[in-house]
């Protein structure tokens, strides 16, 4: 399994954020993908997270009316969205896969992407 995040750069405040992760080598569908940020001297934190069959999508409380995350079955990735953003949201993004996807916590997942650094600022 990889995973191959982009979209991520300078975006503006007011604006909107949208990264993607592609997933190769398995059938994404199958398994749960997490989307997680890690801003400097801070911990590893999830974002949102989509489980194995869409059945439920998790969103940070932060992020709860302003985080959209879709998957495309076509594409093989899973999308995230963000309206708004703010500097506090700037971070490396990071995707990750699991095959049970319980929590949406850092160690639950592997493997991960390389991340995309996300950086607010007008």
């Known amino acids: 399994v990889q995973l191959v995040e982009s979209g991520g750069g300078l975006v503006q405040p007011g604006t909107s954020l949208r990264i993607s992760c592609v997933v190769s080598?398995?059938?994404?569908?199958?398994?749960?993908i997490g989307w997680f940020r890690q801003a400097p001297g801070k911990k590893r934190e999830g974002v949102s997270c989509i489980n194995a069959g869409d059945l439920i999508t998790w969103y940070s409380d932060s992020g709860k009316g302003r985080f959209t995350l879709s998957r495309d079955s076509g594409q093989n990735s899973v999308t995230f969205q963000m309206t708004n953003p703010e500097s506090a949201v700037a971070a490396v993004y990071y995707c990750?896969?699991?095959?049970?996807?319980?929590?949406?916590?850092?160690?639950?997942?592997?493997?991960w992407g390389q991340g995309t650094q996300v950086t607010v600022s007008s």
């Open positions: 990750a896969a699991d095959k049970v996807g319980l929590a949406c916590v850092p160690r639950e997942y592997a493997p």
């Open positions: 080598g398995v059938d994404n569908a199958y398994y749960a």
